[in-house]
């Protein structure tokens, strides 16, 4: 019994995802009826300019979006573990937990209210566009790397950066020869993490936007609203496979350490 529910439980999840695979090498301009097999959207995807241009300003966007929640979320991790008694350490805890559970709704609004604001105000930013979004994905991701940054700074041995302090070592030679290295693999995963939320992030992105500056699950969702088109499924296509050989390469990576040990 417990290999059938798994077997129904792996079919539930994938069964959609093979499918959308299948008929993005369909003939038919129609999703639902086969055609023929083709690979002819696949080449009507990467001569969409709107597509392409639209997957480029993703990736910068996710690309700095999640260096700059790294810097700052590994800050806030790094004052919440080291510095043990601070007033306001709780209310900064609460904050930096805060986008995790908060309505991606009302984090876009209130985004888009604060933005409006500061340009009547301030004159700053000139409208909305790419740099509103990743001030607005830096601040949710930030959230998510300084939990995972945390969890891992709790679990390292102090004494060991005592110890080089012991021997003469300043702070901050401390922190980039014991304390960066040791929290590495932390901070890729943070930093991973981070670079998945913002490339996949739709409704945030839709409220401080603005023109010309319209990232792929945007257009995506623009072009499901009009009806589903093979090329979509061709991109979903390629998505999938960057996200099996990134997979595939990690796992390999993972297998081979205990062997070179």
Same mark, same amino acid.
């Given at each position: ?6 077997? !129904? ?5 994938? #069964? ?15 999703? *639902? ?32 979006? #999640?260096?700059?929640? !790294? ?22 805890? #609460?904050?930096? *937990?805060?986008?995790?559970? /908060? ?11 604060? $933005?409006?604001? /500061? ?10 566009? /790419?740099? %509103? ?6 601040? $949710? ?33 401390? &922190? ?5 290295? *040791? ?6 995963? #943070? ?10 992030? !739709?409704?945030?992105?839709? &409220? ?6 319209? %990232? ?18 061709? !991109? ?17 990576? /993972? ?7």
């Amino acid at each position: 019994m417990l290999r059938l529910l798994a077997v !129904l439980g792996f079919v539930f999840l994938y #069964a959609p995802i093979i499918g959308l695979v299948v008929y993005s090498f369909n003939e038919s301009k129609l999703v *639902t009826v086969w055609g023929g097999f083709s690979t002819k959207w696949y080449g009507e995807l990467l001569r969409d300019p709107q597509i392409l241009g639209a997957a480029w300003i993703s990736f910068k966007i996710a690309a700095l979006s #999640a260096s700059l929640a !790294l810097v700052f979320g590994t800050l806030a991790a790094l004052c919440l573990v080291r510095f043990k008694r601070f007033r306001t350490k709780q209310l900064l805890a #609460a904050m930096i *937990t805060a986008p995790l559970v /908060m309505p991606e709704v009302i984090t876009g609004l209130s985004l888009l209210l604060l $933005f409006v604001g /500061m340009e009547v105000a301030l004159g700053w930013p000139a409208g909305r566009g /790419m740099m %509103t979004i990743v001030i607005a994905h830096t601040t $949710f991701c930030m959230a998510f790397v300084a939990v995972v940054v945390q969890s891992r700074l709790v679990d390292i041995d102090i004494s060991i950066e005592e110890a080089a302090a012991d021997l003469g070592a300043k702070p901050l030679r401390v &922190f980039f020869d014991i304390t960066l290295p *040791t929290i590495a693999p932390a901070l890729v995963s #943070a930093w991973l993490l981070a670079f998945t939320l913002s490339l996949d992030d !739709l409704v945030i992105a839709s &409220f401080v936007s603005g023109p010309g500056a319209s %990232t792929l699950p945007m257009v995506v969702f623009s072009k499901v609203r009009l009806g589903l088109t093979p090329e979509v499924n061709a !991109l979903a296509t390629l998505m999938i496979l960057a996200v099996g050989i990134g997979i595939a390469t990690a796992t390999y990576v /993972m297998l081979r350490k205990p062997q070179r040990s």
